[in-house]
């Protein structure tokens, strides 16, 4: 199985409202509950009327489209990384999986998912 890097800084936020996301970024996810809006993006593009954030996170993901009759595949990949004591962020979208780790841990991370049998892409 395949692993993309991404090359971009993440920041994980809560946001007061929507209205300052740039939509036409790479990469943003948002997520939104009874109590928060939550956003992840790039870190360059976190929106003025941010809450709370936590910046310094790196991300991969599981490449191809994932059916969602697969079982398994994040799971393994979450127990490979807690066995090392590498914490996770997941967002998971129709097609795929995406793991976030802190900065300082990712190319460790990378490493252990290697040495795990995984093929690390650019």
Not at 24 to 51: A, H, M, Q, R, W
């Amino acid at each position: 199985m395949e692993l993309k890097k991404i090359d971009y800084d993440f920041s994980i936020c809560k946001v007061a409202d929507y209205s300052l996301l740039n939509l036409d970024s790479e990469y943003s996810f948002v997520g939104k509950t009874d109590e928060e809006k939550s956003l992840v993006c790039i870190t360059s593009d976190v929106p003025s009327n941010t809450v709370e954030r936590d910046d310094g996170w790196r991300a991969f993901r599981i490449q191809g489209i994932l059916d969602f009759s697969l079982i398994g595949i994040l799971s393994e990949i979450a127990r490979i990384l807690a066995e090392h004591k590498i914490g996770i962020f997941v967002i998971s979208t129709f097609n795929t999986d995406y793991v976030l780790t802190k900065k300082e841990n990712y190319q460790r991370a990378l490493e252990v998912l290697g040495d795990a049998g995984y093929k690390v892409v650019e």
